[in-house]
C-alpha cells in the first residue's frame, strides 16, 4: 500500500519571490538571527491529534476526512498512521513534534492493556526517531474525550476517576520520559465545572493541586528534566475552568507551592477565548516567571469557540515572538502548531500546505520581532516612558522601609502637581507596522 504523502517532495527554502505554495518564503532553518540559527529559535512541532486523529467533524456534521488509517483501532493501523505521521515530519522537515497517548494507540479493553499498546507505540516511534525522525517537544494524557472524563479528571466527584488518571499520567510520562521528551504537559480540558448546584468547588481545588504535587514528585523520582507544563484554557468544553489564563494558573500554582516547578504551555486560540491578546499572556507569563512554550494556532473570531487554525498574521506573529524573544526565548519549549485544516479541505497535500503556511508566517514574525528588539524599537520609547522611576528619590519610595505617611508627606512639602504624558500608542503601532 502506497504512503498518504506518496509524491509530496521535502519542502525547500526558495525565497521571498518564490509563488510556490509548497515551498518556504521565509523560514529558512539555517539563516541566523544573533546568536541562534531560525530553526533553533522556532523550534517547530507538529501535534499528532488534529493531524492524523480528527475525522473533520464538527457540532453539525460528522467525518469529511478519509484516511487510510482510519478508524485506527487496531495496532496494525496505529502504525501505518505513525508511518505517514513521519513521512509528514520529514517533508516539512520540524525539529519536534508532540502527541497524547490516545493520539497512537487505540484504547485497550483495560488500563493495563492501553498502557502496553502505549509502549508498543513508544518503541516503533523510538525507532524512527533513531533513524532521523524528529524528537519529541512534549508528550501528554488525553484525559478528557472518554465519557469517564465527563465530570473532570484529577477533580472529579470519583475517587476511581482520580486514580485512572494517576496511572494514565504515570504511563505517559514513563513514556515521555524514555523518548526524551524535552516537556510533559497536563491540558485540563473538563478539569472545571458546568454549574455550582452539583460543584464543591474548593474539593476540587484541592484535588487538583493535590494530584499536580504527585506529578512532580513523580517527576523528580525517576529523574525527568524536562519541564512540567500547564496549558491554560478559558472555557469550552467546560463553562468555568479552573485554568482559566496565565494568571490564574499562576495563582494556582503559587496557592499550592509549584511556582517554581510548573510552567505555561500558552495557546493562541485559548488567549483569545479568555478576552486576552495572545502577547499578553506570553508577557504575563514573563513577568511571573513561569514561560515555557507556546501553540500557534488562531481563532475565527467571528466564532466564539476554538477554532485551531493555522497562524496567518504577520503582526500578530510579530508581536508574540517579541514577546518570546523579551522572555529570553525558548529552552525546553518551543512552537508547536495545536491547529488543524478546514473540513473542507480534504487532501493530504492541504496538511503539508497548511504547516508550510503557518512556518512561514512565524519565521516572518521571528525576524520582524528580532529586528525591532536589536534596534530598540519598542524598549527605547518605554525606557523613556518610566525614566522617572530610575531616579534615587523615585526609588526609594519602593524601597524597603519607605511608608504611606512618608511618601505622601514628600509629595505635600514639594507641591506635587504631576502633568500627563502621551502614551503615543498610536505612533507605536506605526513603528510595528514599518518592521512587519
Known sequence: MGRYFEGIEPITFAGSDSNDPMAFRHYDPSQKLGDKTMSDHLRFAVCYWHNF??????????????????PADTMALAKQKADDAFDMFRILGVPYFCFHDHDVRPEGDTLKES???????????????????PKLLWGTANMFSNRRYMS??????????FAYCASTVRA??????????????????????????NTNLGRELQQMGRFLNMVVEYKHKIGYKGAILIEPKPQEPTKHQYDFDVATVYGFLKRFGLENEVQVNVEQGHAILAGHSFEHELATAHALGIFGSIDMNRNDYQSGWDTDQFPNSPSEAALAYYEVLMAGGFTTGGTNFDAKLRRQSLDGSDLIAAHVGGMDICARGLKSAHAMIADRALEGPRDLRYAGWETPAAQAMLAEGATLDGIADDAEARGVNPQPVSGQQEKLENVVNRYV
Open 172 to 197: 505517559c510520562m514513563d513514556v515521555t520520559h524514555r523518548l526524551e521528551g524535552e516537556n510533559y504537559v497536563l491540558w485540563g480540558g473538563r478539569e472545571g465545572y458546568e454549574t455550582l448546584l
Open 152 to 161: 473532570g479528571a484529577s477533580t472529579n466527584p470519583d475517587p476511581d476517576v
Open 53 to 70: 486523529v480528527w475525522e473533520g467533524n464538527d457540532p453539525f456534521g460528522g467525518q469529511t476526512f478519509e484516511r487510510p488509517w482510519f
Open 115 to 133: 498502557h502496553k499498546r502505549l509502549n508498543e507505540m513508544a518503541d516503533y516511534f523510538a525507532e524512527k526517531m533513531a533513524n532521523g525522525g
